[in-house]
């Protein structure tokens, strides 16, 4: 594989106030691009000034939503070093997702040559500022011009970057949660372990029926019984029931998240029981109400560890660790941001130094 060709930008931007950026809106002044040709393979990889991709109408991305992404973050430690975290994680995952959608796999070293070395030209862009970050999110997109359903012979994989404040600036707090019992995100045999945007086009009409009652997230059940709890919105979920932990299983509907993985290592760490395993709405609903559900939180690359304080699910109200945040959840948030930000020691090596 040839080496990564570096064309830089004659107008940098102006570095915007971190603070009160919206989350995903500000992009740096490059990215990384790499072409894909049947019979050719990879080729091309490039970091270029950060612009529009021009595409025919036709491009197959356009109608069939053969595309991946994925998501992490490059962090800025106290000693003004640059890391990534368990970014080999990310890479593998993706591997996963092209098998699922028939997509080329990304050579690894490639892939992580790319991502060091695109946060290497960006480093300016890494805020300084507590809990700020700078977001990578790599995607993969069909090319072929051609209205006809088929696995594309062209892609263009790309990663882009933008610099992201704290995810609770007010700090962290409970969120409310509703249970959608109509719309499904993924059933087994279907997408929902592949981290494509066609799973999240389909999750769209839940998320704005629970925005519009006040829900910030929705509680996904599985597709055919609606009874097992899956994920919260984009985030996998967790629950301390009688002193264990407890998320569901990855069975094949489930995204399996380096978060989600990285919880799991710590309290398995720390002596606490962790079960995978199905959870039924009945078993949530009756813990709540027992008192046995001391805690709940997702877990995910943008928000790391989300408290949830309320659950409603048809027509009740379920309020969850008196709308607090919960110990357990607050310890796995100060540990893993501890690492990530290189404010804590790193006893699993799960960082990689980008500069
Ligand atoms: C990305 C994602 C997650 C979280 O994965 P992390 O690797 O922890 O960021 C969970 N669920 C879904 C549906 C996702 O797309």
Known sequence: MENIRIELTKT??????????????????????????KGRGW????IVPYGPISLPPSAMVFHYAQEIFEGLKAYRTPAGGIQLFRPEENIARMAASCERLCIPEIPAELFLAALKKLVEVERDWVPAEPSASLYLRPFVIATDPHVGVHVSHGYLFAII?????SYYPEGMSPVKILIEAEDVRAVRGGTGTAKCGGNYAASLRAQERAGELGYSQVLWLDGVHREYIEEVGAMNVMFKLGGKIVTPALLGTVLPGITRKSCIELLRGWGYVVEEREISVTELLLAIDSGDLEEAFGTGTAAVISPIGEIAYAGKTHEVSGFQIGELTQKLYDTLTGIQWGTAPDPYGWCVRVC
């Open 12 to 37: 940098p931007k102006a570095k915007p106030e971190i603070k009160g950026i919206p989350f995903g809106t500000h992009f740096t002044d490059h990215m990384f691009l790499l072409d894909y040709e």
């Open 161 to 165: 970057a933008c610099p992201v404040g």
């Open 43 to 46: 080729f091309d990889p490039r």
